[in-house]
């Protein structure tokens, strides 16, 4: 029923998306993402993406294989 | 099997309180909705209906707008679809009545939301699955903060590093 808290949690759960750290390196999202980057005005939804997390990349918030260097 | 978020005849989205359905056929592209609610009715924009861009008042008050059958609104808990007033014009109830009580509730498929902090680091929203160094974590419509300056020392999350850092997202 609606008002038993834990079941209407379970039914809620859906993964949409997988996150995944890669050491030393980007962070890979897959599945079903809505990226909103203000300074940069992107709305995306791609399937695939890879975000910096090093810092260092010139072609942000993308990693653009800088943090190899 | 349907796949979630479609119905026959068309898409619905939800933000957990109330579920909007859309039929495309039915559009007479009165344009009430995104003159009213770009926010939330971008036709620009994939899924164009992005149900957490204004609150559930207001995306109710433009679903009424629609002088068709395209939109129409419901909420999820079933009990309060049982007294709405006349006034409510696109409650499915009076522009979809074939959808009352079809029990046809299970959740739509809401994408996980990424912001990109100016400065700052992504916070991800919503209900997804997360690897890091070896470890899977399911986080359940919940939000979290990833570092994206490279100086947190929680990596990784963001532990407020980046404004000691001066961390600048040019
Ligand atoms: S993580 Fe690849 S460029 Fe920053
Ligand atoms: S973005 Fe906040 S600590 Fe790196």
Known sequence: MINDPAMEDKKEFKSQAT????????IKI??????????????DNPEEVYLCRCGRSQNKPYCDESHKK | MDKAGSFSGGRRYTNGEITVYWKPDACVHASHCYRELIDVFDPGRRPWVDMYGASTGQIIETVNMCPTEALAWKWNEEEK?????????????????ELMGSGDDTPEEKPATV????DG??????SFTMHYSGNKKEVNDSIISLCRCGSSNHMPFCDGAHRKVEFNDK
């Open chain 1, 19 to 26: 996150i995944e750290i890669i050491d030393n390196g980007p």
């Open chain 1, 30 to 43: 897959t599945g079903r993402i809505l990226i909103r980057d203000s300074k940069r005005d992107i709305t």
């Open chain 2, 81 to 97: 679809n049982k007294t709405i007033d006349a006034d409510q014009t696109n409650h499915i109830n009076f522009r979809r009545p």
């Open chain 2, 115 to 118: 912001k990109v902090m100016p």
């Open chain 2, 121 to 126: 680091p992504l916070v991800i929203s919503g």
